[in-house]
């Protein structure tokens, strides 16, 4: 029975000290984040092609990685609504965009994209994409175009902000 009680005791002291540990984890790693988003900086853009509009709002960590948000609206098909992290190489932008299409039960895509900055613009990259074991990515044997290009986004004022 003493050894039963002694068990329990030090059971329940072990729980005590990591959810102590893990709260005080969880406090570093956001004043962390809180740090790293104070050195991020925010740009916007939009992109209008005939009666199709494009926004796009992005956050370039003091790490090098870029976090953002983009919406797609088409006249005629409705909208692409979603995330988007990645990280510049040179002068080209390559992101995995993650987007739902539809209102009442939207299903979600993840796809990868390029844009080119240029001239102070984003162009967004139409490229041949590959799908392998549930992932999409650009075909490796195959150039990303920028001219041929549906959205070139000029810089805009921020909302919200």
Do not use: W
């Not at 990280?87 to 209102?103: A, E, M, P, Q, R």
């Amino acid at each position: 029975m003493k050894n039963s009680a002694l068990f329990t005791l030090l059971c329940a002291s072990a729980l005590f000290a990591s959810c102590g540990q893990t709260t005080d984890g969880n406090k570093a790693k956001d004043a962390e984040a809180a740090k790293l988003d104070s050195l991020a900086t925010a740009e916007c853009y939009v992109a209008l092609d005939s009666n199709d509009k494009a926004t796009l709002k992005l956050k370039t960590l003091a790490d090098g990685n870029v976090t953002g948000s983009m919406l797609i609206a088409y006249h005629e098909k409705g909208k692409n609504d979603g995330t988007l992290e990645g990280k510049f190489s040179g002068d080209t932008l390559f992101v995995s965009y993650t987007f739902k299409i539809g209102t009442d039960n939207p299903t979600e895509y993840k796809n990868p994209l390029a844009f080119l900055k240029k001239d102070g613009k984003l162009i967004l990259g139409v490229g041949v994409i590959e799908t392998y074991l549930g992932r999409s990515y650009f075909a490796k044997d195959k150039p990303i175009r920028f001219d041929k290009s549906k959205f070139t986004f000029d810089p805009a004022a921020c909302e919200g902000e």
